[in-house]
Each structure stands twice: as C-alpha cells, then as structure tokens.
C-alpha cells in the first residue's frame, strides 16, 4: 500500500466505517537523517484516527528512535512492519527479512516498546518460505517483547501475493497468543472478511488492496458483520462522485499538479471493469488538471447508462 494509501484516502476509508489506518511505510534511517519526506509521510489528519505511524527498519536503536520523533505527530499507536516482501526493503535486512532472524525482531519490537508510551502492533507474514514458516512462534516473540496486537499476512514473503492466503496459518497464531490479532490477506469483499473471521477466530480483519478504488469497502464489510446485509456496491455516478472528491482532496493537500500525478493509478482502479474505461484508459493515465478527470468521469457515467 506503500504510495498509495496517503491522508486522504485514509481519510475516505475512515468515513466509509474503517474502525482504524495505519500510515504508509516510514523508513527509520529516513527518520533519523531527518528526511522531509519521513516527516511528510508521517503527518496525521483528525479525519483518519485512530491513526498509527508504520515504521520499518532493521536496526533496534534506529527503530526507537524514529518512534520517539513520530511522537510529535501524535500517532495513537506506532506500527512495525516486519511483512513488505518488497526486494528493496527485504535486500536490506528490514519488513519481511527480518522474520530469519527472530532475536533481532526481537531486540528492535522491544527497542519500541520501551522507547513510547504508545501501544505497538507489528505486521509479519506466515514466514520467509515455506521451508521456514515460522508465524507462530514470531507472534510468540512479538508478545514477549510487548507488542500490544498482531497483524498476519497469511503468505510467506517467497509467494508474495498469490496463491491464496492461507488462513490457517493466521489460525494457528491467534490460537497461540493471548493480544489481540489482525487477519491480513485477500479481503476483496464483505464475504471475504466475513469468513476470515469466522475460519480464523481473529480479532480484527484489515484490508489492503481490495480497498483500492473501492473504499466503500469498509461499509459493506460493517453491514456484513453487523447484521448479514449484503450492500450492493454503489452506483456508475455515485463510484464518479467518490473518485472526484478523493481527487480533490488529494489536489487540497498536494496541489494539482503533484495531486493528479498521484492520482492517475486510482482512477484507473475506479473505473476498472466499467464499460469503456479500457478505450479511455490512455486518458486516465495522463489527466493533469481536476476538470480532465470530472469530464472523463462524465463520459464513463453516460457509457455505463447513467
């Protein structure tokens, strides 16, 4: 989610019932050389909290370190991502790299930990491979050194992102801790989240990918949970109306310019699958100013019948 799950599409997921966001990756050596970038990332608006920092690192000095300078954002918890199966991130010893060394996710969960007074979650997957699936006994260590909740991605970093998640490895670790854990994997749909929880037995479902150009998501898994109602998903205008205000609260804080650059890939997860968004996909990817997306929107509304 790392570029694309910024303020203001945590802030649409939020308004859609999201019950928390967790902020994009944020490096710790970045943190500690004072990178504006870092700083930019870690900003938080009122409309996303229950909000957290997410910061990913390899050295447990560096990590809390970079805890205590998140705390003038006031996050309202730090997040440890020791998942992103990225090479870029894993060729240096950090996200999911660190589950082939268990002691030293160890030392850098407890570096947090004792560094602020704020809860720590960490994100891990169900294990480096499939010779070395080692979740449970990573959960175990996480609760050891203070973690307050767990997130499971039920993949090793070796699968990346397919085949499916594999939820008795988020199962098994739920059954082996006592903190709460967060199911991780595949929830595309209000049923996906519905079954996770009940296979699972999970506290908590969190969803990624599935929310891109759809953060309505977050509504139709509530009403789901809540009373088994099957939302329909919303209307060609109203899907135009939701991508339009995501742009302009992106332009808002991005200026135009950047704004548009930015979003470019979530208009072509909005109207993906829409008749005629693969004919105006090229224009998708090049829109600049506000205006050239409410006009495209308009066109994908009168082709789809609306």
């Not at 909290?49 to 918890?77: T, Y």
């Not at 307050?148 to 594999?166: I, L, N, W």
């Not at 670790?173 to 903190?179: D, E, G, L, Y």
């Not at 109602?229 to 205000?245: A, G, H």
């Amino acid at each position: 989610m790392a570029g694309t799950a910024d303020s203001p599409f945590r802030a649409l997921c939020k308004s859609y019932g999201a019950a928390f966001c967790i902020g994009e990756m944020v490096s710790a050596k970045g943190v500690c050389f004072e990178d504006r970038k870092s700083k930019e990332l870690m900003s938080i608006s009122e409309a996303e909290r229950p909000c957290a920092v997410q910061l990913f690192g390899c050295n447990p000095e560096d990590m809390a370190k970079a805890a205590v300078s998140a705390l003038e954002f006031n996050p309202d918890f730090i997040d440890i991502n020791m998942g992103c199966p990225a090479p870029k991130v894993t060729n240096n010893g950090c996200g999911s790299a660190l589950m082939k060394d268990p002691f030293l996710a160890g030392q850098i969960i407890r570096a947090v930990v004792d560094a602020v007074k704020l809860p720590v979650s960490v994100k891990f997957r169900k294990g480096w491979d499939e010779k070395s699936v080692n979740c449970v006994e990573f959960a175990k260590t996480a609760e050891d050194n203070g973690a307050s909740f767990v997130t499971v991605h039920g993949r090793t970093r070796q699968q990346m992102y397919s085949p499916s998640a594999d939820l008795d490895a988020i199962k098994a670790v739920k059954s082996a801790v006592n903190i709460p854990v967060i199911g991780n994997g595949d929830i595309f749909t209000a049923q996906d989240a519905k079954h996770m929880y009940e296979y699972t037995g999970c506290d908590f479902v969190m969803a990624g990918r599935g929310t891109l150009g759809a953060p309505w998501l977050f509504a139709q898994i509530n009403a789901m949970l809540s009373h088994g109602e099957e939302l329909p998903p919303p209307s060609i205008t109203e899907r135009m109306n939701v991508m339009l205000r995501h742009a302009e609260s992106v332009c808002s804080q991005k200026g135009e310019r950047n704004g548009m650059l930015e979003m470019r890939k979530h208009a072509l997860w909005y109207t993906k699958g829409l008749r005629g968004s693969a004919r105006l996909r090229a224009e998708f990817s090049t829109v600049s100013e506000l205006h050239e997306l409410s006009l495209l929107a308009e066109k994908i509304t009168e082709l789809n019948g609306e």
